[in-house]
């Protein structure tokens, strides 16, 4: 009896020991390792080595996909976070190294793109400015994936380093592609077609979220993962590159296409976790249209947060607001008399920024346009016993 129970110890011991050394700041993936490469391919795709694949003329190296999540202190004692990924970048690019992160007090989230040159032994970001006095940031990632990873962070003539947060959840990564070259050889002598193969990639960016800190239990156990869409992360554990050529049967096939779908958390602390939801859909044309979806968790719960459930948005006073700091932002650009209020925002410990995509209000490929509206202004509009009462009573 007594060696039935020491052996349950061990494996209960041994079990919770396994899950433990899951849980890491700095969780390392590997690159997808299976390379799917159709043998009718005709030489225009092809691999280099094992990392590596050639596509009619354009070389791919292939990555591990991660999240890592930094924090520290600043100027003034303020605390900054970054969350930084590495995907594939918009029309055809490779993978990029892309950063979020937010100061106390700022009204936005900030973001960059770390690049390396080969000279230098880290990655450097830079952001011209994060504050009303143009204050500029300099970053440096030094000794990327490994755990003594971190970055510098210069302000004016005084640097900090951050490193990987030990209560912030951590990340499993995963990220497929799906990339077809078509032969629209017969279309492009007909003049059908604008070259003689077309390419067109899906990608698909996805993680597994690990918790660090009781604090964030349910955002592992509830939320779980940081894409909720089933058909897009059907099998993610089996997921491979696949690269092949194939015959273009129809006009659409004979033109460029391209989908990449990214999540990757923006902002986070005891209450609130913010996920950005990236989208980018190319089919043709000058440019493809990109947007990025905020979806806001409540940490204590994992469920997530409607404006409808936190702000009176059907106070008239509210609306007037709105409306009157929407047209004020965009001065006479605005096409439509009326606004609607957007279910596009995230939540900051200064206010709500709330999030519109060029179409939606003035019609133009400009890129993405936020509004930030303080506590103060919220106030007389905020429901009671919510998630904002921990900001609001500051």
Known sequence: MRKSILGLLIVVFISCQSKNDE???VVVSKPVSEIKIE???DSLIYK???????IEEDTLKLESPFIYSFEGIINDNKKI??????????EYGGYSKTATFYIDGAEEIFSCYFTKDKKQDYYAANIDSIDANKTACKLKL???STDEM???VSLGKKSFKIFPSKIFPAYKCFDEIDYTLFDSRDAFKKEEAPEEFTPSRDYTFFAEILSNDAGFDMLETKLKYLNTDPVSIKNYKKWKHSFKVEKSKNDDENYSSENLTIVSPVFIDSNVYVVSNFSYHYTGGAHGSVHTEYDNYDVKTGTAIAIGNIINTKDKKFIALYENKIKAYFANEILEDKILITDNFYILPTGIVFSYTPQELIGLESGEMNVFFSYEELKPFILKNTILDQYNSN
């Open 23 to 25: 849980k890491k700041s």
């Open 39 to 41: 043998k009718n391919s």
């Open 48 to 54: 280099i080595n094992e990392n590596t694949v050639v």
């Open 81 to 90: 976070q970054l969350h930084l990924s590495n995907q594939l970048e918009i």
């Open 142 to 144: 030094y000794k990327l």
């Open 150 to 152: 971190y970055i510098e």
